[in-house]
């Protein structure tokens, strides 16, 4: 059951504390999709060939993103991002972005997003994301990248409605050996 539209003005985004990251781990990051990216590989003499394709399911796959509780830890060092959402009145985390970076390629790879259920389809991941790249320009990085597994087709939907770009994927990338698509935007 959806929450009743969040008054924007009791909305806190702030950096993400140690004492956080217990609050973040208990935030409802499964989902639903009727979708998913299908790869097809097909190599030739001089050339290898790859393409994705939507693909409809047979039925709804229900599925989590799950947060590796080392990620937040980490990036809560300097020069890594963790940024929440914070209800001013009740002070509950309602979500979470944390991107890890490589300063040798200046890139801020963005490894989690998460909008806890209630909350979603009220603009916090888009605040989020436009926190990261406020964060990203500060830190003088040139690229976010974001890494998402190719069932988890909201989220792709999500990231190119905020104008990243497919730019690559990797087959053995995922804990859960699912295969990860990248996508990027320049800061």
């Keep these: 059951m959806m929450q009743p539209a969040i008054d924007q003005s009791r909305i806190l985004i702030r950096d993400g504390l140690e004492t956080d990251i217990p609050f973040c781990l208990e935030l409802q990051s499964d989902y639903q999709t009727e979708h998913v990216w299908q790869m097809t ?3 030739l003499t001089d050339q290898i060939q790859i ?6 399911l047979p039925r709804p796959l229900n599925a989590a993103h799950e947060t590796d509780p080392r990620h937040l830890e980490m990036a809560i060092r300097r020069r890594h991002c963790f940024v929440v959402v914070q209800d001013r009145n009740s002070h509950q985390i309602l979500a979470f972005i944390s991107m890890r970076v490589d300063e040798t390629s200046e890139i801020a790879y963005l490894q989690d997003i998460v909008v806890d259920r209630p909350y979603r389809r009220q603009s916090l991941g888009s605040r989020l994301v436009n926190a990261a790249r406020v964060w990203a320009r500060e830190n003088e990085l040139r690229q976010i990248m974001f890494e998402i597994a190719t069932t988890n087709y909201p989220c792709i939907q999500f990231a190119q409605d905020q104008g990243f770009v497919f730019c690559g994927f990797n087959d053995r990338h995922l804990p859960s050996r699912e295969i990860a698509v990248f996508f ?3 800061v």
Excluded: K
């Excluded at 393409?51 to 409809?56: L, N």
């Design 41 to 43: 590989v097909q190599e």
């Design 184 to 186: 990027s935007v320049s």
């Design 51 to 56: 393409s994705y394709r939507r693909q409809r």
